[in-house]
């Protein structure tokens, strides 16, 4: 039987419970797995990480989504950045900083590496930019993820605009593919860690 599947934007006072359960959604993720290499404490600290990314970069321009089941409850999100807007800023990474430190420790240098080589290779044509979307491991299968995507790639077809992703788990790829995405090559971020597939989608 389908739940309810709640999608709306993110508000202000979302963000704590929203990159609480993204940071559970992560915690098996090859690149955060590469980030943050203590099974233990990779929810909690991917939790802290992705609370700074979207309270100083992505909130602020609107493209933050959550899911809510039946009860209200907040069982996942995406986190998009709009059209020209996916470059985090000078002041935007400076805010995200001292919450940085704390998720990474040791590897802020390397994992700060990392989204360079990622930028290098982000496309210049204007598109959304779908950097997280991740729901509950306890709610997975039950169509929010699904949910979350549609709501996004719906806009972006009635507005003509691409949309763009890397995927950080070679088993997502064909999921996103349902969606229309397509892998656009391979990318080494990490030199020599785990890789990504970046993903394009033509609007329909």
């Not at 700074?52 to 907040?74: M, N, P, T, Y």
């Not at 210049?124 to 709501?151: N, Q, V």
């Amino acid at each position: 039987m389908d739940m309810d599947v709640t999608v709306r934007p993110a508000l202000a006072s979302d963000i704590p419970g929203l990159a609480r359960v993204l940071g559970r959604a992560f915690a098996d993720d090859p690149i955060m797995a590469w980030s943050i290499p203590d099974d233990a404490v990779r929810a909690q600290r991917a939790g802290i990480l992705f609370g700074a990314l979207i309270r100083h970069h992505f909130f602020e321009s609107g493209g933050v989504e959550v899911a809510q089941d039946d009860r209200g409850a907040i069982v996942g999100g995406a986190v998009w950045a709009p059209p020209g807007e996916w470059h985090t800023s000078n002041s935007q990474t400076i805010r995200m900083l001292p919450a940085m430190a704390r998720a990474l420790r040791g590897r802020v240098v390397t994992v700060g590496r990392m989204a360079d080589r990622m930028e290098l290779h982000h496309p210049s044509e204007p598109h959304w930019y779908l950097a997280i979307i991740g729901t509950d491991p306890s709610t997975r299968g039950l169509g929010h993820g699904r949910a979350l995507l549609d709501s996004r790639l719906n806009r972006c077809d009635a507005e003509g605009i691409p949309a763009y992703l890397e995927s950080s788990k070679p088993e997502n790829v064909p999921y996103y593919e349902r969606f229309g995405f397509e892998v656009t090559g391979e990318l080494d971020a990490t030199d020599g860690g785990p890789l990504l597939w970046p993903m394009w989608r033509a609007p329909r």
